[in-house]
């Protein structure tokens, strides 16, 4: 019968088509939600859900394309930044063996002086 056909009597098919009726309500309702949220994200402003979500897009695609510049940027920029290193701790290095050679130098003054007193003394 048509009855089992269609799940059951008019008032179950009624109910039935009323919550199908609110879910795409709640669904159209959710859209225009985030479409108008979207278009308040946008430089322009649109009028359409059709151009907000073009707009949308075309934004996203400007924004990657802004971002893989930005980050080839921060790696030459990291590049930079490791070559100072590299050359700071070679200056370093340098500076430590000159301070070592600087100690040497003032013991074997230190020494020499002391050579040198001692010569004169014993004239």
């Known amino acids: 019968s048509i009855k089992d056909t269609w799940g059951g009597g008019g ?10 009726k ?15 949220q979207l278009s308040k994200l946008l430089p322009t402003a649109p ?3 059709g151009e907000t979500l073009r707009q949308t897009i075309e934004h996203i695609s400007m ?4 971002n893989g510049a930005l980050r080839k940027e921060l790696e030459a920029e990291k590049l930079l930044v490791a070559k100072a290193n590299s050359e700071l701790a070679e200056q370093i ?12 130098l003032k013991s074997e003054i230190k020494m020499l002086t002391h050579l040198i007193k001692h010569k ?4």
């Open 11 to 20: 008032k179950y098919n009624k109910e039935k088509r009323e919550r199908l």
């Open 120 to 123: 004169r003394g014993n004239k």
């Open 63 to 66: 924004l990657d394309a802004e």
């Open 93 to 104: 290095t340098a500076n430590s063996k000159l301070a070592a050679q600087v100690q040497t």
């Open 47 to 49: 009028k359409t859900k």
């Open 22 to 36: 609110n879910i795409e309500q709640a669904r159209r309702d959710s859209e225009k939600v985030l479409v108008d």
